[in-house]
């Protein structure tokens, strides 16, 4: 059931945004962006990817996504490689609003999971229109390029509708 698969995702989201602002990795690189960062700099042992694994499980057992996971021919690892890449693509802040209120927020890397026809298939059909070699090699993956440019449009999108917020900000509430 997509309904209870996105309440699950909604609160490791919060959980992962807590564990993040939390991190070693973003306490030294919270003043850096996409320029000044590469997927090396991230700590694969900090609590925050253990959150990204657990959300990505979740991620892996719904069947409304498996679709897309087969067309593309991605692992469970890609999944986590995209969600720390789009993490890196949108630094300092890896977050946006996702209406008006206050505690509505998402990280960018858990965002296209709640809205599977708007997000979801436009980042998954967005795979592989990018070849940039030197973004690939720097990165790490394949699909870089793709999953970076996808995260900054989006995170973009939402905030010029409902303005921007800090990964401190989100925290207060």
């Given at each position: 059931?997509?309904?209870?698969?996105?309440?699950?995702?909604?609160?490791?989201?919060?959980?992962?945004?807590?564990?993040?602002?939390?991190?070693?990795?973003?306490?030294?690189?919270?003043?850096?962006?996409?320029?000044?960062?590469?997927?090396?700099?991230?700590?694969?042992?900090?609590?925050?990817?253990?959150?990204?694994?657990?959300?990505?499980?979740?991620?892996?057992?719904?069947k409304?996504?498996?679709?897309?996971?087969?067309?593309?021919?991605?692992?469970?690892?890609?999944?986590?490689?995209?969600?720390?890449?789009?993490?890196?693509?949108?630094?300092?802040?890896?977050?946006?609003?996702?209406?008006?209120?206050?505690?509505?927020h998402?990280l960018?890397?858990?965002?296209?999971?709640?809205?599977?026809?708007?997000?979801?298939?436009?980042?998954?059909?967005?795979?592989?229109?990018?070849?940039?070699?030197?973004?690939?090699?720097?990165?790490?993956?394949?699909?870089?390029?793709?999953?970076?440019?996808?995260a900054?449009?989006?995170?973009?999108?939402?905030?010029?509708?409902?303005?921007?917020i800090?990964?401190?900000?989100?925290?207060?509430?």
């Amino acid at each position: 059931m997509l309904f209870i698969t996105r309440s699950k995702l909604a609160n490791w989201d919060k959980k992962i945004t807590r564990l993040l602002r939390e991190s070693k990795f973003y306490s030294e690189n919270k003043n850096k962006d996409i320029y000044d960062l590469k997927i090396s700099d991230v700590y694969l042992d900090e609590p925050w990817i253990s959150g990204i694994k657990e959300f990505i499980d979740i991620v892996w057992r719904e069947k409304a996504y498996q679709p897309f996971f087969l067309k593309y021919s991605l692992s469970k690892q890609d999944l986590i490689d995209f969600y720390i890449l789009m993490t890196i693509a949108t630094m300092p802040n890896p977050i946006f609003k996702t209406g008006r209120g206050k505690l509505t927020h998402t990280l960018v890397g858990s965002a296209m999971y709640q809205e599977v026809k708007k997000q979801l298939t436009t980042c998954m059909t967005s795979l592989g229109y990018f070849d940039n070699k030197q973004e690939q090699e720097r990165y790490g993956h394949r699909y870089a390029s793709d999953v970076m440019s996808f995260a900054s449009a989006l995170k973009f999108a939402h905030e010029n509708a409902y303005g921007k917020i800090t990964l401190e900000e989100a925290l207060l509430f």
